[in-house]
């Protein structure tokens, strides 16, 4: 061969990997509803049609016969909506407080067949577990578990009741109703917990305050000076020695202590904290009791 026809050769090589990259850059695209249809590029717009398409709609505007107008409308039509089996509600829960309510509210007040109840309330589509177990075996127990009841009164803020009952030819049944408004137990208890333990740092607080009383009252006096006035009543006055000041070997120290301790022990069961404690205030403590102005320290 020679040197002109191997050049001829190389450039026709050259000329056909050529062609399949650029046809693989830029592939005429297929109609998407049926591949055979004839598809061209209008050089006046720089949009590929679909001649079948436009020929099929015509007077229905040319843009409709666009490509990518028609891949749109096929993505749309064929492909977005799923339309496969879904798995039901995820987690603990099969059957949600609406569903419940949805349910029951057609279920009320009826004389309904447990067997049929049961299939009603059996496994969703893709699920082996029941939205809600029916007991149509045990009649010493609920037909439906009393928590389902509990969670659709507390929904409803209606109190719902089952019983079960028999058919004159011994159809098993059961009927729901509802009897009045829905208080949580809960919720009366908490209350009557707070009142409770509102009424007892009343009283606790009382207390201290008693104690704090005794305990200043221990405390001795100096200077002692009596006095009485025209109709014969006797008065003193004197000043209080603060706890700092008492004598070591003060007689009443263990009694004193002890009031101490009792003071302590209730202002922990109402919640005071140690450095608020009274006995930190004047007489018993460093701080003073009153400010300047003679307002009560906080
Ligand atoms: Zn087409």
Known sequence: MCIKNRLRLAIYTIL????????????????????????????????????????????????????????????????????????????????????????????KD????????????GPPSGSDTP??????SNKSTAVIP??????????????????????????????????????????????????QEAMEMEEISEKIDNLVEDLEEMLPYTDIKTSKNEQGHVSWTGTQIPEGDLPDDWARWEEYKALKDAIRHWETIIGVKKKDSILNFEPFGERPRYTEEGDLAQ
Not at 110 to 117: E, G, P, Q, T, Y
Not at 131 to 136: A, P
């Open 16 to 107: 056909q990997m050529l062609k399949v990259i650029t046809m693989a850059r830029d592939p005429t695209p297929k109609c998407p509803v049926d591949k055979s249809h004839t598809v061209f590029l209008d050089p006046t717009d720089n949009f590929y049609y679909c001649k079948e398409h436009i020929e099929a709609n015509l007077g229905a505007g040319k843009y409709h016969g666009r490509i990518d107008e028609l891949e749109r409308g096929w993505l749309i039509n064929m492909e977005l909506e799923y339309k496969e089996k879904t798995r039901e509600v995820s987690g603990r829960s099969t059957i949600t407080n609406e569903e419940l309510k949805t349910y029951f509210t057609r279920f």
């Open 110 to 121: 009826k004389n309904l067949r447990i067997d049929v109840l049961k299939k009603i309330l």
């Open 131 to 136: 939205l809600i177990r029916v007991n149509d």
């Open 146 to 195: 009393s928590s389902y009841l509990l969670r659709l009164s507390r929904h409803t803020r209606e109190r719902w009741r089952q019983r079960r009952k028999t058919g004159e030819d011994g159809t098993p049944l059961v009927r729901f109703w509802t009897d009045g408004f829905y208080h949580p137990e809960r919720e009366k208890d908490s209350l009557l917990e707070r009142m």
